[in-house]
């Protein structure tokens, strides 16, 4: 499969521990998003790196979020002091500049983690 | 900010019927909207999108209309099947971040 992985696919966790999950885009994608996704509703934005700079924060990750994209290439999101409010799926996206035009690019989505906090 | 609304939240039709799916916007300098389909435990998956320079745009069986003067754009399935039945997501943005509707459960009876 050559599309958007992430890993684990599912997780459960007791409040207050931590937690990591990892993404890995499309093969020569150069931008990866995260998203957040509760039940009954939309993705809703969390950050975004080109390459492996960080450029957009929403204000939906508060201090205990992380995310990290070292290399350019993967990319982690943790979660310090999970809490019961913390409890989605978390969706990695990547996309690739256009080859004409410009413009907003497409968005790939990978399968998402889905969390738990207890 | 951006505010994506999207109507109806469900929807059932019969095999072989029409859906439409109807989402308005409220940044005027949002220019890409795409369309995508989430089965359940799957991820979204873009089935079409349009850009703000084009009004329609057709793929087989799905189409999107923009109307930009009026910020609303639209889904159209026609000769809908069972496998259609799945969470429509529209969004919108005018730069990276993505704001998704709420989402239209579609359901298609045979």
């Known amino acids: 499969d050559t599309g958007v992985s992430q890993d684990p696919r599912h997780k459960i966790t007791k409040r207050g521990q931590n937690v990591t999950f990892r993404c890995d885009p499309i093969?020569?994608?150069?931008?990866l998003y995260w998203y957040r996704q509760t039940l009954g509703q939309g993705p809703e934005f969390l950050t975004y790196?080109?390459?492996?700079?960080?450029?957009?924060k929403s204000r939906l990750l508060s201090d205990r979020f992380s995310a990290e994209r070292p290399k350019g290439s993967f990319s982690t999101l943790e979660i310090q002091r999970t809490e019961q409010g913390d409890s989605a799926m978390y969706l990695c996206?990547?996309?690739?500049?256009?080859?004409?035009?410009?413009?907003?690019?497409?968005?790939?989505f990978g399968p998402g983690t889905r969390l738990l906090v207890l | 900010g951006e505010n994506v609304e999207q109507h109806p939240s469900t929807l059932s039709v019969q095999e072989g019927d029409s859906a439409v799916i109807k989402c308005t916007y409220s940044?005027?300098?949002?220019?890409?909207f795409p369309w995508y389909k989430q089965e359940l435990g799957k991820r979204p998956q873009l089935i079409i999108d349009?850009?703000?320079?084009?009004g329609e745009k057709k793929d087989q069986r799905i189409a999107v209309t923009l109307n930009k003067t009026a910020k609303h754009f639209s889904l159209h399935i026609t000769e809908t099947q069972p496998e259609d039945s799945a969470v429509y997501f529209c969004?919108?943005?005018?730069?990276?971040?993505?704001?998704f509707g709420k989402g239209t459960t579609l359901s298609v009876s045979s």
């Open positions: 996206a990547s996309s690739f500049p256009r080859a004409t035009g410009g413009g907003v690019e497409t968005q790939y």
């Open positions: 093969s020569e994608h150069n931008r």
């Open positions: 790196f080109q390459n492996e700079a960080q450029l957009e």
């Open positions: 940044d005027s300098a949002s220019n890409y």
């Open positions: 349009i850009r703000s320079n084009v």
């Open positions: 969004a919108a943005t005018g730069g990276t971040a993505l704001i």
